[in-house]
T-cell receptor, first 108, second 112 residues
Framework: GIQVEQSPPDLILQEGANSTLRCNFS?????LQWFHQNPWGQLINLFY???GTKQNGRLSATTVATERYSLLYISSSQTTDSGVYFC??????????FGTGTRLQVFP | DTAVSQTPKYLVTQMGNDKSIKCEQN?????MYWYKQDSKKFLKIMFS???????INETVPNRFSPKSPDKAHLNLHINSLELGDSAVYFC???????????FGNGTRLTVT
């Protein structure tokens, strides 16, 4: 089956710093999404981005499907950005396969 | 509020018992899912239903039985609970064919 690898596994930042999270996948996909799981366990959909670039406030994402990777950029990080960020892909199987996540901690 | 809602939020029970988790979405989606998140935060799909029809069953033990009375509801019944069933169970919904997936807030199941 498809492999979804996220890096780095852990990231510690001071408030105001920028960061880039990466998602590599081993096969072609027709669907890629980024999620944030906050410290209370809620899973929030950040981006639906099978290809191209999207921006939402301080967050943006880019997927290069031909090269099988996606990047999530967080600028001017805030403590509320803390949590686990998941990338999930669908290799045209009607189901999203999740990566192992990047745990982000932002300190004031 | 438009959302995916699941109940209960917490479920603590003993081995061997039977329990159910309910899920409802008012987003108008045609596909609903159950995901399991283990203690290491790994998320894995269990089932998906499209318009009440089962389309994905990911080699889950048959002690787990999903039921979808209509496209806005998907319940999960678990028989003969085991210690290894302890996890957080998330319901989710989307449109089939690719659209943002929306999750409920999860049900933390603890089997003692």
């Amino acid at each position: 089956g498809i492999q979804v690898e996220q890096s780095p596994p852990d990231l510690i930042l001071q408030e105001g710093a920028n960061s880039t999270l990466r998602c590599n996948f081993s096969d072609s996909v027709n669907n890629l999404q980024w999620f944030h799981q906050n410290p209370w366990g809620q899973l929030i959909n950040l981006f639906y981005i099978p290809s191209g670039t999207k921006q939402n406030g301080r967050l943006s994402a880019t997927t290069v499907a031909t090269e099988r990777y996606s990047l999530l950029y967080i600028s001017s990080s805030q403590t509320t950005d803390s949590g686990v960020y998941f990338c999930a892909v669908d290799p045209n199987t009607d189901k999203l396969i999740f990566g192992t996540g990047t745990r982000l901690q932002v300190f004031p | 509020d438009t959302a995916v809602s699941q109940t209960p939020k917490y479920l603590v029970t003993q081995m061997g018992n039977d329990k159910s988790i309910k899920c409802e979405q008012n987003l108008g989606h045609d596909t609903m899912y159950w995901y399991k998140q283990d203690s290491k935060k790994f998320l894995k799909i269990m089932f998906s239903y499209n318009n009440k029809e089962l389309i994905i069953n990911e080699t889950v033990p048959n002690r787990f039985s999903p039921k979808s009375p209509d496209k806005a509801h998907l319940n999960l019944h678990i028989n003969s609970l085991e210690l290894g069933d302890s996890a957080v169970y998330f319901c989710a919904s989307s449109f089939r064919g690719g659209s943002p997936l929306h999750f409920g807030n999860g049900t933390r199941l603890t089997v003692t």
